[in-house]
């Protein structure tokens, strides 16, 4: 119990492994049962907010993603999760609804572990600290415009709001013209958000009902 | 305690006897870790004024608030904990084992290799190249190069430390030669698994695990390890007992990994891993107790020390601040408990706690103690190192204190169903508070930072006579007469 190689066995590999094995092995042979879905399964038809974004900004709309298309669709989804990720918007906002706290009244339907048993939660977005409100229920709540005056601007539709802006988001203003069109990132990101929750959840009879 | 199978030679010939520790090297890993704590530092003071609404420069994409955070949090752990923790180990292992470094050269190629990927690491963050893995947020590209230098780190104080073959080893040596290999799984598990392998809830148990094992798995076992030798080096007495410093160790060994899965409490992972995560956490605790029992008892009749030395005085403050964590932790890891602070700044005050008030303090206090001997200068000011603890440690305390009482008011807010911003606009003073304890912090850094600068200049005292050790024969071809 005091040498060097005892301790590297038992404590450094077998404790290890045991914590593996109980901790990460055993949930994952647990939820072996739900297949992993691809996004053509988790995102199987265009939300009519992909529509809507072309329809509000078709410049640069067409810049970004060309035509209204399933492909374009699962793209500008790939993009704004990594956006998502890169701004590091999940660490004020969490992805998941507990079942308790009134989070069920407050956001929507309690998350369930086939929703994220599939490649846009690789790796999990559950999020650990919420300074925004949680987004798992998000899509389809506000409407696009909403949203990009928040990524440009958030005090500007929430005065209290301590959410960074993006500017980045947008096409550059020429001549103080404002506001610009969100550019293919933004575009992008505000698709993602208004997906999220959207997804065929196998517990509910599509559509998704709202919680008061 | 003193350090075994050493000789004591001053002016040593070169040719038969080298240096058993390379004081360079410590030196240099000390004060990188120390630069790369306080760019971590002004960048955590940056985001925090974001929640004030005076970022000042929140219009530059590179610099947005959320890039910068993960730069904060990141540095800690793979500038400033990696930097000093792998300082204290080239200074103590060699000591403890009576060899050198194995392979010396490589150690100090490793340090420059460790500071480009840090520069790397804060380069793809802000260019938004983030990996979402909390606290493993370094690039899936940039991986492979934190685990190599982690891996090489290990490998020079593990081959010393494995040399020393079937005879017992110090409490350190326990704590040190698990770190090397829990760190390399740690790393690997948390960065790729979930990343490539495992979707989902499943991956998410593992995220958790990953982040739960960094701290302790890779940081605390070095930092107690640590402690175990200044302590007592310091006291000029040995631990007070061996049998609690066992349970102590394998208690942690134990059930330290198996708690990863409580940062996910009521999520969609299956509940016996989470009621797993919170009875360990729990157990764990009453490990802790023995630990911090131990190193009191040590200190008996010897209170005073607290008084005059200042590097005890750190040591002592970071295991009051150590048990008060996992006091919170024991308490905050219960579901009901959970109910209310999960999501909350409870949170983010409880992992300064541990991250500043603990491993921070120790190893300020390492560096008091160490950096004369580094430099051979003494202290420009011991005023200028009291001002050092006091402002880190008022800062501290105020900051988790604060974050304490504004978790709890944001839970309740959130459950009682107050709306959104209403816990926004109520969590503004807190935060304004957060800020200014933050500037005491980083104003207690900058008393330490001038107090460096200044020594440098200071009257030389008698140069520091190192421990020496023969050349190697069978190395280096020499034969030591």
Redesign the interface.
């Known amino acids: 119990?005091?040498?060097?190689?005892a301790?590297?066995l038992?404590?450094?590999?077998f404790?290890?492994a045991?914590?593996?094995a109980?901790?990460?092995v055993?949930?994952?042979v647990?939820?072996s049962d739900?297949p992993?879905q691809t996004l053509a399964e988790v995102a199987p038809v265009v939300q009519e907010s992909f529509v809507d974004l072309q329809e509000r900004w078709p410049a640069a709309f067409d810049k970004a993603f060309g035509e209204v298309s399933l492909e374009s669709y699962h793209a500008a989804l790939r993009r704004g999760r990594e956006?998502y990720?890169?701004?590091?918007?999940?660490?004020?906002h969490?992805q998941?609804v507990?079942?308790?706290?009134?989070?069920g009244?407050?956001f929507g339907p309690v998350?369930?572990?086939e929703?994220?048993?599939?490649?846009m939660?690789?790796?999990?977005?559950?999020?650990?600290?919420?300074?925004?409100?949680d987004l798992t229920r998000e899509g389809g709540k506000r409407p696009n415009d909403w949203h990009a005056a928040h990524f440009f601007d958030p005090?500007s539709v929430?005065?209290?709001?301590?959410m960074?802006?993006?500017?980045?988001l947008f096409e550059p203003v020429v001549g103080g013209v404002l506001p610009t069109p969100p550019n293919r990132d933004g575009l992008s990101l505000i698709a993602y958000v208004q997906w999220l929750g959207k997804w065929p959840r196998p517990d509910v009879e599509a559509p998704v009902a709202e919680s008061p | 305690m003193t350090p075994a199978a050493v000789v004591a030679l001053p002016a040593a010939p070169a040719d038969t006897l080298v240096p058993l520790v390379d004081l360079t090297l410590v030196r240099r890993h000390l004060l990188a870790g120390f630069i790369w704590l306080l760019t971590s530092m002004f960048a955590g003071l940056l985001v925090s004024l974001?929640?004030?609404?005076h970022?000042p420069i929140?219009?530059v994409?590179i610099f947005?608030?959320?890039?910068v955070?993960?730069v904060h949090t990141n540095l800690v752990a793979f500038g400033f904990l990696l930097n000093s923790m792998a300082g204290v180990a080239y200074w103590i292992v060699p000591r403890l084992t009576g060899l050198r470094l194995p392979w010396p050269r490589v150690a100090r190629f490793n340090f420059w290799l460790m500071q480009l990927m840090d520069v790397l690491l804060i380069g793809l963050l802000l260019g938004?190249?983030?990996?979402?893995?909390?606290w493993g947020?370094t690039p899936v590209i940039l991986d492979p190069l934190v685990a190599l230098v982690a891996v090489i780190f290990f490998l020079n104080i593990g081959a010393c430390?494995?040399k020393?073959?079937?005879?017992?080893?110090y409490v350190t040596?326990?704590y040190f030669?698990?770190a090397?290999?829990?760190t390399a799984?740690?790393y690997l598990?948390g960065n790729y698994?979930?990343?490539?392998f495992?979707?989902?809830?499943?991956?998410?148990?593992?995220?958790?695990?990953y982040i739960h094992d960094l701290v302790g798995?890779f940081v605390t076992p070095l930092g107690w390890g640590a402690m175990y030798f200044f302590v007592p080096l310091l006291l000029k007495r040995p631990i007070y007992s061996h049998a609690l410093s066992?349970i102590g160790?394998?208690g942690l060994?134990?059930f330290y990994?198996?708690q990863?899965?409580h940062?996910?409490l009521?999520?969609?992972?299956?509940m016996?891993?989470q009621y797993?995560?919170v009875v360990s956490t729990i157990a764990v605790e009453i490990v802790v107790a023995t630990v911090i029992v131990n190193f009191f008892l040590t200190l008996r009749g010897q209170m005073d020390q607290l008084r005059t030395s200042l590097p005890l005085r750190w040591f002592y403050t970071g295991m009051i601040l150590y048990f008060t964590t996992c006091l919170q932790c024991s308490i905050q890891v219960l579901l009901s408990v959970?109910?209310?602070i999960?999501?909350?700044d409870w949170?983010?005050g409880h992992a300064h706690l541990v991250m500043f008030g603990v491993f921070g303090f120790w190893l300020f206090g390492i560096m008091i103690h160490l950096w004369p001997k580094l430099t051979g200068r003494p202290w420009w000011s011991e005023k200028l190192n009291a001002w050092h603890y006091w402002l880190s440690t008022a800062g501290l305390v105020t900051m988790f204190l604060d974050l304490l009482v504004a978790g709890v008011m944001q839970?309740f807010l959130?459950?009682?169903?107050a709306p959104?911003?209403a816990s926004?606009?109520a969590s503004?003073p807190f935060?304004a508070v957060r800020t200014v304890a933050g500037m005491t912090i980083a104003a207690g850094q900058v008393c330490l930072a001038w107090n460096m600068w200044k020594s440098r200049g200071a009257r030389a005292h008698a140069p520091m006579v190192p421990y020496f050790t023969p050349v190697d024969a069978t190395r280096s071809g020499a034969s030591p007469t």
């Open positions: 119990m005091e040498r060097v190689r301790i590297l038992l404590a450094g590999v404790f290890f045991l914590s593996f109980l901790m990460g055993l949930p994952m647990t939820l739900l992993t956006i990720i890169g701004e590091g918007c999940w660490h004020c969490s998941f507990r079942p308790v706290s009134n989070e009244l407050r998350s369930i572990a929703e994220y048993q599939n490649e939660q690789m790796p999990v977005l559950f999020g650990t600290r919420r300074v925004g409100p005090p929430v005065p209290s709001s301590v960074p802006r993006y500017p980045w | 974001q929640f004030l609404g970022y929140d219009f994409e947005s608030p959320g890039r955070r993960m938004g190249q983030a990996q979402a893995v909390e947020e430390m494995f020393i073959g079937r005879r017992p080893v040596l326990w030669s698990a090397t290999i829990w799984l740690t598990m698994l979930p990343q490539f495992v979707p989902g809830a499943a991956g998410g148990a593992i995220a958790g695990l798995l066992l160790f394998w060994a134990f990994p198996l990863g899965v940062h996910f009521w999520s969609p992972i299956p016996y891993a797993g995560a959970q109910k209310i999960h999501f909350s949170v983010v839970g959130w459950r009682d169903l959104w911003e926004v606009i503004v935060w």
